[in-house]
């Protein structure tokens, strides 16, 4: 019996105080546009409203965000991550079939540069999305590949290149736009340590101690 009410006072205080799972929407930091055939344009394209991934021919032009991951933190577990985006028109392709999205993902530094055109990394996501819609829809895309983030973590900063193939072409809305919203990262995550805002309750200490009792009492009882 007694080893049964302390059991139950470990588990309280594991309630109490363990780390809980949290989730986080991140809005991009900096966006723009790297790649072959495409003049580097900062931050964004399109009259500074849109991000035109695509490719054709000879043409790729890769759409690159950048993420600020501070509010996570270094040492945190990341359980799941999705990437959501707005498009400013309809998706593009060849034949009506889906637009390939293919996203890379590295530690960044906070600001889009040539660089992150070539950067190696990890590509987090190969899908596709279908084609045609209208300006305003959202389409999102979940990581398949997590690896990158105990290194963005410890950066800081996440830097996400969007790439596509087969002559699509996506058009996303950038930090600019003031009619849809910017690309945005979620996040879902354990803390690496306890947050310490999270107070015991009150009562605590006090039942604590009561179950402590009342199992001395039992063991004076059976002994």
Not at 62 to 85: Q, R
Not at 128 to 135: K, L, T
């Amino acid at each position: 019996m007694t080893k049964t009410y302390l059991a139950a006072a470990a588990v309280i205080v594991a309630m109490a105080t363990g780390a809980q799972a949290a989730t986080v929407t991140l809005t991009t930091v900096d966006d723009g546009l790297t790649g072959q055939n495409v003049v580097m344009q900062l931050p964004t394209v399109t009259n500074g409203t849109a991000i035109g991934v695509a490719q054709s021919g000879s043409l790729l032009s890769n759409g690159i965000f950048e993420f600020d991951l501070s509010s996570i933190g270094a040492g945190a577990t990341i359980n799941s991550v999705s990437f959501t985006w707005t498009n400013t028109r309809f998706i593009c392709n060849t034949g009506g079939i889906p637009g390939q999205v293919e996203l890379c993902a590295f530690a960044g530094d906070g600001s889009v540069t040539d660089s992150d055109h070539t950067t190696a990394g990890v590509q987090v996501a190969d899908t596709s999305v279908p084609g045609g819609g209208s300006a305003g829809d959202t389409d999102t895309v979940s990581f398949a590949d997590l690896s990158v983030f105990p290194g963005a973590l410890t950066a800081g900063f996440l830097t996400l290149r969007f790439e596509t193939d087969s002559f699509a072409s996506i058009n996303v809305a950038a930090l600019e736009n003031t009619t849809f919203d910017a690309a945005r990262l979620t996040v879902d995550f354990t803390p690496g340590t306890t947050p310490p805002a999270v107070p015991l309750p009150a009562g605590l200490p006090l039942m604590l101690a009561g179950l402590g009792a009342f199992a001395w009492v039992l063991r004076r009882l059976q002994g």
